[in-house]
Structures are given as C-alpha cells and as structure tokens.
C-alpha cells in the first residue's frame, strides 16, 4: 500500500494514564468492541508498510509492553508525564537514525483511518515540508490547541494550546488533532530547543511547528474529512461515544 519509497516510521506516544478514566490500567489500553485502543491504531499502521514503530509507555508500561508482545513495534520510556515533546525526546535513541518521514500520533485516538493518514504523509511528502499538521474543524474547539496559518495559505505558522489562547485566537475553530509528520532530520534537530515556558509547564511537541516555521522551512496543514477520526479519549463517556460513532471493527 506504499505510495513512496521514503522510509517511514511511528511514533505512539502511549505513556498516559487518563485520570478522568477512573481506572488504574493505562488509557490506551481501555478497550472499544472488546479491543485496547491501541491495538485498532496499529491495526491500521501495520497495513501502511512502515519501517519502524516506536510506542513511548509510560504509566504501568509494563501491561502495554505485554499487550502488544504480538506486534513488530519497539518500546521507549517516558517515566515521568512532561508533555508530547518531551514524550518524543525519550524516542530519541531509537529515531536519530532515521532519515525519512516520521508520523506521531496518539495512542488514544484509535480511529484514525488509513486514508487520513496517507492522506498525511502525501501532502507531507509532495510539499517537501519539515512537518505537516492534521487539522479538524470543530464546532466547539474548547481545551484544543488553535491553528494559526500563515495568512490564507495551507501552511502553518503555529500551534496556541488553548490554555495560552488569546480570546482572538480561541475563535479560531480549526484545531491540532495531535497526529503530524515530520522530516525525521528536522525533528530531532529542533526538539531539544522546546521549552515548558507556558501554563501547563510541559514540553508541547506543537512548539516544534513555530520553530521551524521562525527557521523559514515548511510547516504543512491537512484537514481531517472526517473530524470524528481524530477524537481522543478522556473519558468513559468519550469512549463509549466513539463505540457507538464507529460501531465493530
């Protein structure tokens, strides 16, 4: 199913526990129609020919280790929760040699489609762009991170978490789904340059996207068709809605 000779590669950050889950088993490995969320997200990734996975665990990593034994994935640890940069840093060994094209994603969001995702790296690819952002429209944006454009264009200048959000900003209803790709080079080349210098006092891997806009590369931006595709879990309501929105895979 490979649309480019680029070698790919994944990164899942998987390292949360989801206090709002009410539960001690990690988020990711609460189940829809019987299965860990996960594990539908690499269903999808094992059908698109990447080269390599990286799954950063976390909170009892353990048990995700365990649960996905039967897949060709490598684990990377982030022992203490510092935000989605951060939880990309601790891929860092396993990644910096790898020159091509890496997709990040969440581990919580298990419906992300195959077309979506080369959708994704297509843009990504053609554009020559150093990352590329997937995008949805929401009419209630709350608590998700704004996309800010580079005037009318389809690239992007950066990424404002909700928390850090004018009020200006906050009408913004296009929002950071928290899957990217990135030139893997340019990535690792900028990570260590993120800070915790905002409201949560984390290192948002969205930081990454103003930095290499300031350096004057390409940042891209593709909107999700289907916004549902890019809904998270948080909590036992928001997992029993996307059951229901998807019905059995």
């Excluded at 990734?45 to 995700?64: H, S, T």
């Amino acid at each position: 199913m490979a649309t480019s000779s680029k070698p790919r590669a994944a990164v899942i950050l998987a390292a949360g526990k989801g206090k709002r889950m009410k539960s001690d088993l990690p988020k990711v490995l609460h189940e829809i129609h019987g299965r860990p969320m996960i594990k539908i997200l690499l269903d999808t990734l094992a059908r698109l020919d990447f080269d390599r996975i990286v799954v950063v665990i976390g909170f009892k990593g353990e048990l995700v280790e365990q649960s996905l034994a039967d897949y060709p994935v490598s684990f990377a640890w982030q022992r203490e929760q510092r935000g989605t940069a951060h939880a990309v840093q601790m891929a860092q060994d396993q990644m910096k040699d790898f020159d091509g094209t890496t997709l990040v994603c969440a581990g919580d969001v298990p419906f992300l489609s195959a077309q979506s995702i080369l959708g994704l790296i297509a843009v990504h690819e053609k554009t020559g762009a150093s990352a590329t952002c997937l995008t949805a429209i929401f009419d209630d944006p709350t608590g998700y991170g704004r996309i800010v454009r580079d005037g009318d264009s389809d690239f992007l200048k950066e990424i404002v978490e909700h928390k850090d959000a004018s009020e200006e900003v906050r009408r913004i209803k296009e929002i950071n789904s928290g899957t990217f790709c990135f030139d893997n080079q340019r990535l690792f080349s900028v990570i260590d340059e993120i800070d915790d210098n905002n409201a949560q006092g984390e290192f948002y891997l969205t930081d990454a996207v103003k930095i290499l806009h300031d350096k004057g590369l390409k940042v891209a931006v593709v909107t999700c068709r289907e916004p549902a595709e890019v809904s998270g879990v948080n909590s036992k309501e928001q997992l029993e809605a996307l059951a229901e929105k998807f019905g059995a895979k």
